[in-house]
């Protein structure tokens, strides 16, 4: 029998107004008040310590502290789960740590059977729960789906319960030594005395820095998932701002997407800035930790390129506006080009007035054209020089 940590970001219908979050406190009292009248959930306040005072202590910012836990009782009553327990976070992302009991050994490990258990057992149990808090009319700083301006709101994709993905964990068994686990665990992208870490399957070889090791591995797992999460959406958004795949009539519909895009590129900043409040606050071991996270899992290549996704689709933004501002001005400088031109066909009637006015026999000038042409013919043909300016105008405009 071999006893699994696993670890599954998840996607879920809990958006905080981030900026506007004063203390943790305010986020969980918010949370208990919904689930708590559900029989079925059990809501608890993270546990870590946060802040200062020891070596026990993070100083995490707001939105990489858990805003609650939550526990299932019916979950821990199935027969190969040892406890479970969702890490509730900002950004629409939970993290579920699953103890599961699975009767194999290390020779014939199915890691695919784990991550389907593990996605079978939550969307049983907690995507009824996420249904539930879908429906509810949520109160500031807590977001309503239907107001979510950076995330999607799509009601299936916030409440099937899902994870994302499934990162198995195995403790080092005493007599054993790490190299019995060389063909589960594949590859190792960071090794340490402790901790042989990989991209779906690690090794714990000291037990006594499991506490260590767990609280990293979950903050890990959400930042990691933000971050994907982020760079997916920045991709899809990335060709509504290409006018290479839309005519020009595409540009007048932009207004309200590039709005929104701004405010994503705005909360983007936001977010790394925490991201950078939260490596500087991390202590102790923990601090060792997260540094072979970040080697192992590419958390700084991660960054760099929602980042430059960040600035080529603000790029893209600003490309498009220009272009719609073009076609204004292109617009604008035609009319006033058509007005200006006008001015010939009042000259040229004002011209033909005064021919018929005055005697003009014993001098040549422009009023003898009338002579020639009448002067409906002139003003005619003044018309159409005027339609032809106003194209050259129009066609030539950058």
Known sequence: MLNFETYSPINIPVNWQSELIMDNEQRYSLLQKYLSPISSVVVKPNDWPVGYGSLEHDNLPVLYQPAAIIEIPQLTDEQDVSHAQYYIYD?????????????????????LAISKRIEDLSEKYFAPILKQLYSLKAEL??????????????????????????????????????????????SVDSKTDYLQLGSGNSLLTEQQYFSDVNRIMIMSQFHVALMDRIESLLKDNLKKFNINYYNKNRLALLGKTVTEQQYRNDHIEYINIQVSAATAGVQGKR????????????????????????????????????????????????????????????????LASIEGEVNHKDT???????????????????????????????????
Not at 371 to 391: H, P, Q
């Open 287 to 350: 601090r060792e930790l997260l540094q072979q996270f970040n080697i192992a899992w590419g958390f700084n290549e991660q960054r760099e390129r929602v980042d430059q996704l960040t600035d080529l689709t603000q790029a893209r933004i600003d490309r498009s506006l220009q272009d719609k501002l073009r076609q204004q001005n292109r617009g604008i400088q035609t009319l006033l080009a058509f007005l200006g031109s006008l001015g010939l066909i009042s000259l040229v009637i004002d």
């Open 141 to 186: 700083p807590l977001m309503k789906p239907s107001d979510y301006k950076f995330f999607n709101n799509d009601i299936d994709e916030l409440t099937n319960g899902k994870p994302l993905w499934v990162a198995r964990m195995l403790t080092q068994g005493k007599g054993l030594p790490a190299e019995s686990y060389a063909n589960w665990l594949k």
């Open 91 to 111: 950004n629409c992302l939970a993290v579920l740590n699953l103890g599961l009991k699975v009767d194999s050994d290390i020779t014939n490990i199915d890691d």
């Open 364 to 398: 040549t000038g422009l009023l003898d054209l009338f002579n020639f042409i009448s002067a409906e013919s002139f003003i005619s043909l003044t018309a159409i020089i005027v339609i032809l300016f106003t194209l050259y105008v129009y066609k030539n405009h950058e």
